[in-house]
């Protein structure tokens, strides 16, 4: 099977092409993956758990790539980052990271995501068709990960565009050079927190301690750049594709408008109907691993494809229907096993506060083109929408 994520089709609508995977066999072999090497993806909920879980399939990208000849230039602090490593330099650097990016610190933050978002819904335009994502999606998780890091304001258009950069699918070079110019700055900035301390998240990973053990100056700038991209992208992609959801839903959208406070609870839900990370990052066998009666060789690329594990109909029954009184929990949205995602409750925090406010103040937001129209990201790792055309 050739790679389906590259089909345009696919990306309009996955879900049919991942049910007939998944119902054919939960663990497909794929041509040329990463490294030039066949890959294996993985559709069936139970196999995506497994592996996501298992010990042999490696994050440690660049000792899959030792030796191989690459042209890639991606600054060391971005390609050795925790999330593209393996226990016990994993548990190690995640450990610190948990000490500082605490509960507390998602709910100090609370009341800055609340302002930002009614500035920013105070300028959409009223009677007008607008783009939802340039108006809310794309720059409210932004800020609010600048002003968790404490990027100062002024330094905040750069941040954002490299951070853009580095999503830019098939343009390796600019995905390069994004990379260098993100950690030369967290590298400035980093150094500019030692000579004047302040209380941001970068100033508690540049404090924090497991007995005598910290982060070095290489490891706090590649936390820095990790927590910039992983949690920019992802954020505004599952805002938009929330509203979505619940724009092709009005009866969703009024008991929610009726009953703002059950917005918290059904994120998961709006999570696992459309994951904004469509395939967890590259995984590779260390060893010769055995994976939904699937013999995988050792050295094999492993793409775990969350999103159709989210519609299984084995784990949800019913998975193409978005039903608010779900439980959802156990989702695979962000992820699973040691390398879930540090973000979550931040992430939820935003989604809550936004989708809160939106559906509340503007009670009459309308889709301002068919579903079948709007156009969808050409990314495999992320799925979510160029543009989200809407009326208020
Ligand atoms: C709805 C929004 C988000 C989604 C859907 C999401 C999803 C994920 C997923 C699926 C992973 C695991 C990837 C893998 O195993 O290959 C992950 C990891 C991670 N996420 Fe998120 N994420 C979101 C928001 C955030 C935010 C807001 C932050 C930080 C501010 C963040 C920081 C991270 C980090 C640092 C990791 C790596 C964890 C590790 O390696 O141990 N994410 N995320």
Aim: hydrophobic residues 40%; proline residues 9%; contains cysteine.
């Amino acid at each position: 099977m050739t790679d389906p994520t590259q089909d345009p089709r696919f990306l309009q609508d996955p879900c049919p092409t991942f049910a007939a995977l998944r119902s054919n066999c939960p663990v497909q072999p794929m041509h040329a993956e990463s490294g030039g090497r066949p890959g294996y993806l993985v559709t069936g909920y139970a196999e995506a758990r497994e592996a996501l879980g298992d010990p042999r399939l490696s994050k440690d990208t660049a000792a899959f790539f030792a030796g191989k000849e690459s042209r890639r230039r991606l600054h060391p602090a971005v390609a050795h980052s925790m999330l593209a490593s393996d226990p016990p330099r994993h548990t190690r650097l995640r450990k610190l990271v948990t000490k500082a990016f605490t509960a507390g610190a998602v709910a100090r933050l609370r009341p800055f995501i609340a302002r930002v978002t009614e500035e920013l819904l105070d300028r959409w335009p009223i009677g007008e068709r607008f783009d939802f994502m340039t108006a809310l999606a794309v720059p409210l998780p932004v800020i609010v990960i600048c002003q968790l890091l404490g990027v100062p304001q002024k330094d905040r258009p750069d941040v954002r565009r490299w951070s853009g950069e580095l999503f830019a699918a098939g343009r390796p070079d600019v995905i390069d050079a994004a990379s260098h110019s993100m950690a030369d700055y967290m590298t400035g900035l980093v150094a500019a927190k030692r000579l004047d301390p302040g209380d941001s998240l970068l100033d508690q990973l540049i404090s924090v301690r497991d007995g005598t053990d910290r982060l070095s100056e290489e490891e706090l700038v590649s936390l820095a750049v990790l927590l910039l991209v992983a949690g920019h992208e992802t954020t505004t992609n599952f805002l938009g594709n929330a509203t979505l959801a619940l724009l092709r839903r009005p009866a969703e959208s009024d008991r929610l408008r009726r009953n703002p406070d059950d917005v918290p609870a059904v994120l998961d839900e709006l999570l696992r109907f459309d994951s904004p990370v469509g395939t967890a990052t590259f995984r590779f066998t260390t060893e010769a691993v055995t994976l939904g009666g699937v013999d995988i060789p050792p050295g094999a690329p492993v793409l775990v494809a969350l999103g159709a594990a989210n519609r299984d109909p084995v784990r949800f029954p019913s998975p193409d229907r978005l039903d608010l009184d779900r439980d959802a929990a156990g989702h695979l949205g962000f992820g699973h096993g040691v390398h879930r995602c540090v973000g979550a409750p931040l992430a939820k925090a935003e989604a809550e506060i936004a989708l809160r406010a939106v559906l509340t103040r503007f009670p009459d937001i309308r889709l301002a083109v068919p579903p079948d129209r709007l156009e969808w990201r050409r990314t495999r790792l992320v799925r979510g929408l160029a543009a989200l055309p809407v009326t208020v």
